[in-house]
């Protein structure tokens, strides 16, 4: 198994700014994953973070919105741009330490509220 | 793309007593997997229990066995001896080769427990 933490736990933010968020791994993962989850509603995937190189965005998430870095095998971090209120919601990243049926375990979870 | 469906929004069930459920998905994949997660009010995403497609028998974890029905493509959670602890959100979980392996959730049920 593998124990993620995230910084920051929860935060509020102004309109327009940025946050970003950190991922960190206690150990090395072949993949990881980011989702969202809007209040009251299930986790939708962002992206999947790739090492090494740019990240591969689901349908309806751009590069641009949600810059996302992954330099080694037990650190990501997503970043928040341009906040808007509807981007008030738990940010969750995920990871993996085996093969494609591997289980995924989730960080705690980053509460944003934009204001 | 795989969907996976979550009929029933909100179930409740006595302590002690067995509660069961549902979740159903739909996919032409042959390889894929599939999860239980527990989300408590700490939003902390818990994997409950895991099934892949090409094992008939049903996955089991002391309180907690799923019902497997690949040819109808159902997969049912059944919680035993039910505890106030087991009170959260569940959600069912797919995954396979389609979506790079990232988890595609249904909507969730929330499970309330009362004594």
């Known amino acids: 198994s593998a124990v993620i933490s995230q910084k920051p736990s929860r935060d509020i933010c102004q309109r327009g700014t940025s946050l970003t968020i950190q991922c960190q791994v206690d150990s090395q993962v072949t993949m990881m994953f980011w989702y969202r989850q809007q209040p009251g509603q299930s986790l939708t995937l962002i992206a999947t973070a790739n090492q090494g190189s740019e990240a591969t965005y689901e349908s309806g998430f751009v590069i641009d919105k949600f810059p996302i870095s992954r330099p080694n095998l037990t650190f990501s971090t997503l970043t928040v741009s341009n906040m808007s209120p509807e981007d008030s919601s738990i940010y969750l990243c995920s990871g993996e330490t085996g093969g494609r049926g591997d289980t995924q375990y989730f960080g705690p979870g980053t509460r944003l509220t934009v204001l | 793309a795989q969907t996976v469906t979550q009929s029933q929004p909100e179930m409740s069930v006595q302590e002690a007593e067995t509660v069961t459920l549902s979740c159903t998905y739909d996919t032409s994949e042959s390889d894929y997997y599939l999860f239980w997660y527990k989300q408590p009010p700490s939003r902390q995403m818990i994997l409950v229990i895991r099934?892949?497609?090409?094992?008939?028998q049903n996955a089991t974890e002391n309180r907690f066995s799923v019902n497997f029905q690949k040819a109808a493509k159902s997969f049912s959670l059944k919680i035993s001896d039910s505890q106030l602890g087991d009170a959260a959100m569940y959600f069912c979980?797919?995954?396979?080769?389609?979506?790079?392996?990232?988890?595609?959730f249904g909507k969730g049920t929330s499970l309330l427990v009362t004594p």
């Open positions: 979980a797919y995954r396979g080769p389609n979506s790079g392996y990232a988890l595609n």
């Open positions: 099934q892949e497609a090409y094992k008939q």
